[in-house]
């Protein structure tokens, strides 16, 4: 409900203005992290306010979790602890070649599945090799070259 006056200029001034609270929440929330330290093998957490205003009511602890990437099309289920993924997150993390500067985004699929995109320190996403042989070998030689720029082994 609005209450107010018209001023000269025929602006409307709003003296009392009630509105209802409106929650618009996505559909598929993303959440991202940067790996800033040598520990990413150690685990990564979700945020505190993500679990809160889009996983409410869901527990984490003792959770798995699956993520999935576009390297290969294959998932990974990594055991939770509190919000931190822990167990098998240093696999995910070596398979994916996780480096400090990497930015990783993950995309909530609901049923406790993340889609993560990987961007390396170029800012640009990470190229895997797709599972066509003759075309990872094309792939093979493009990461390789970007990553030898990088200073990635």
Not at 29 to 41: G, K, T, W
Not at 85 to 96: L, M, N, P, Q, Y
Request: aromatic share 12%; with cysteine; charged share 25%.
């Amino acid at each position: 409900m609005y209450t107010g006056i018209y001023v000269d200029n025929g602006d409307f001034l709003a003296q009392n203005c009630i509105m209802a609270k409106t929650t618009v929440r996505p559909r598929n929330p993303h959440f991202f992290n940067f790996i800033m330290s040598a520990a990413v093998l150690d685990g990564i957490s979700i945020p505190k306010a993500f679990m809160k205003d889009y996983l409410e009511g869901e527990k984490c602890e003792g959770r798995k979790a699956t993520l999935r990437t576009l390297k290969g099309g294959k998932s990974w289920v990594i055991n939770t602890k509190g919000c931190c993924f822990t167990d098998g997150w240093e696999d995910f993390a070596r398979e994916h070649d996780l480096h400090v500067g990497d930015l990783l985004v993950f995309r909530y699929e609901g049923g406790f599945t993340f889609n993560v995109i990987i961007f390396d320190a170029t800012m640009c996403e990470r190229l895997y090799p797709p599972l066509d042989s003759d075309a990872a070998n094309d792939n093979d030689q493009i990461l390789k070259e970007k990553n030898d720029a990088n200073g990635y082994p």
